[in-house]
């Protein structure tokens, strides 16, 4: 598609598809002509489908309390965990690498971060896995089937967040919701609505996001066993294992943007109104920008994937992502010797239409 139809019309999902890195990278910068107020199935208004001024205000506000310095006092909680998570799971020699790891560490952090008590934490999983539920077919049924289970959720983790903001504002934490009832730009604050909003992207977006960089790192590690004795004997390069897992197995395949005014790309005339699909993945992999892209690369240097994004909706929880895959890659190298998948295991990728997981990954 790179080669034939770099950017084409997709007649049965009415949208532009655009997959060469340069286009994908000039489309995400330039928010001007590609606009993320884009519709959803729920009636939504957080950060990631604002346009400026208003995503500038809010950006400014949350980047404050979801800054990489207040992520980075989580790596002692995150290793823990890791450690405690693998723990239960070691003696018997096999594992379920997403149920018994990858899915629970994010959302546990993400739920300590937030001020979850423990006892709610599968209540979050749950919430969380619907919410990213995607529609794999065409049939209005299906769509109209997961768009009321969308919206059940959501009222009810609205519920959950409006009361737990009430018992902050009696007695504040140390957690993000009691930091985000306090943060103040120019004498503004959030609204209730935009704090719960912002809470439940955190889960949509952070959740099965990272539990597929977990895998997917996994996955090669197990396609590629020579690359377990390479990062065992130097952890150094696990930080670039990370980013080369990211631009390998993109865990977000593609985003949409709306084009404001008519635009033409690569002689195709975009008119207003259009929506354009920026395929991050496809970017990702394109031999004009990476050599040999095919070839996992545990040093590539320099590696401008844009797994993350690109300008101004560049991932908040890059820094957190980025944290905990390095330490659930420590931990499980430090622990474990010649994993391999369980044989005979067939891989299914998971139906959401933009996010590439796989859907078990038995070791
Ligand atoms: C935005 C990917 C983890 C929170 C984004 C965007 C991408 C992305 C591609 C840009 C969307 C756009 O341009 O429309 C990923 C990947 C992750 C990950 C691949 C894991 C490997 C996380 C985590 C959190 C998070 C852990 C928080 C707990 C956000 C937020 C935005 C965002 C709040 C919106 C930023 C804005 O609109 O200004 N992410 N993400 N992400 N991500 Fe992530």
């Known amino acids: 598609l790179r080669e034939s139809t770099p950017v084409r019309y997709d007649e049965n999902r009415q949208c532009w598809d655009v997959f060469l890195y340069e286009d994908v990278d000039a489309i995400l910068r330039?928010?001007?002509?590609?606009?993320?107020?884009?519709?959803?199935?729920?009636?939504?208004?957080?950060?990631?489908?604002?346009?400026?001024?208003?995503?500038?205000?809010?950006?400014?506000?949350?980047?404050?309390?979801?800054?990489?310095?207040?992520?980075?006092?989580?790596?002692?909680?995150?290793?823990?965990?890791?450690?405690?998570?693998?723990?239960?799971?070691?003696?018997?020699?096999?594992?379920?690498?997403?149920?018994?790891?990858?899915?629970?560490?994010?959302?546990?952090?993400?739920a300590e971060m937030l001020g979850v008590p423990k006892e709610d934490r599968l209540i979050f999983k749950e919430w969380s896995d619907t919410v990213v539920k995607g529609v794999s077919g065409d049939s209005q049924e299906e769509y109209e089937a997961v768009a009321a289970e969308h919206k059940r959720v959501n009222q009810e983790l609205t519920?959950?967040?409006?009361?737990?903001?009430?018992?902050r504002r009696q007695e504040p934490q140390a957690d993000l919701i009691t930091s985000l009832l306090h943060a103040e730009i120019d004498g503004e604050k959030l609204t209730d609505k935009e704090i719960v909003d912002f809470c439940i992207l955190l889960l949509v977006a952070g959740n099965e996001t990272t539990t597929n960089l977990i895998t997917h790192g996994i996955r090669v590690l197990t396609e590629q066993p020579e690359l377990q004795s390479t990062l065992k004997q130097?952890?150094?390069?696990?930080?670039?294992?990370?980013?080369?897992?990211l631009r390998y197995y993109s865990p977000v395949l593609g985003q949409a943007r709306i084009a404001k005014q008519d635009a033409e790309i690569r002689g195709q005339q975009i008119r207003q109104g259009d929506t354009v699909t920026v395929w991050l993945a496809a970017a990702n992999r394109d031999p004009r920008k990476f050599a040999k892209p095919d070839r996992f690369k545990v040093d590539r240097s320099p590696n401008p994937h844009l797994s993350f994004g690109k300008g101004i909706h560049f991932c908040l929880g890059a820094p957190l992502a980025r944290l905990e895959a390095r330490i659930a890659f420590e931990t499980i190298l430090g622990r474990m010797a010649n994993l391999c998948l369980k044989e005979g295991t067939n891989l299914v990728i998971n139906p959401a239409p933009f996010l590439y997981g796989v859907h078990e990954y038995p070791i």
Request: hydrophobic residues 40%.
């Open 30 to 110: 330039n928010h001007d002509l590609f606009s993320s107020e884009r519709k959803r199935t729920v009636e939504h208004d957080d950060i990631l489908t604002m346009d400026p001024p208003r995503h500038n205000h809010m950006r400014n506000l949350v980047s404050k309390v979801f800054s990489p310095k207040a992520m980075q006092n989580q790596e002692t909680k995150i290793r823990e965990l890791a450690n405690d998570l693998l723990s239960q799971v070691l003696d018997q020699g096999h594992m379920n690498m997403i149920h018994d790891l990858a899915a629970p560490l994010p959302v546990i952090i993400i």
């Open 159 to 167: 519920q959950y967040f409006l009361s737990m903001m009430a018992k």
């Open 234 to 245: 130097d952890p150094a390069l696990i930080p670039s294992f990370v980013e080369e897992t």
